[in-house]
């Protein structure tokens, strides 16, 4: 299991922009896929974004598409969401994952809350 910590949550407006960054405890963290989930009040869990783990392939909900960028820096061990013209409906907390074969491990989470 990869040991994953999360942060850059908070509380901001309808329009602004987060980074939230999640960093790895493993050393072979480039070796890992990312992605970054959510979870709403009284809601699923759900996928946000996702990159592959040499970097070159990134994924994303239709909800975040052209807002959010997945990013990561494997000499970190870290991986980014960027997240740009926030709405109220982005409030969830945050997960980031890390999968690598049978490998499926996650962050506690970290909130944010758009403001409108």
């Known amino acids: 299991q990869v040991q994953l910590v999360e942060s850059g949550g908070g509380l901001v407006q309808a329009g602004d922009s987060l980074r939230l960054s999640c960093t790895a405890s493993?050393?072979?963290?480039?070796?890992?896929?990312m992605g970054w989930f959510r979870q709403a009040p009284g809601k699923e869990r759900e996928f946000v974004a996702g990159i592959s783990w040499t970097g070159d392939h990134t994924y994303y909900a239709n909800s975040v598409k052209g807002r959010f960028t997945i990013s990561r820096d494997n000499a970190k061990n870290t991986v980014y969401l960027q997240m740009n013209s926030l709405k109220p409906e982005d409030t969830a907390v945050y997960y980031c994952?890390?999968?690598?074969?049978?490998?499926?491990?996650w962050g506690q989470g970290t909130q944010v809350t758009v403001s409108s």
């Open positions: 994952n890390a999968v690598r074969g049978p490998d499926d491990s």
């Open positions: 493993e050393r072979s963290f480039s070796s890992y896929a």
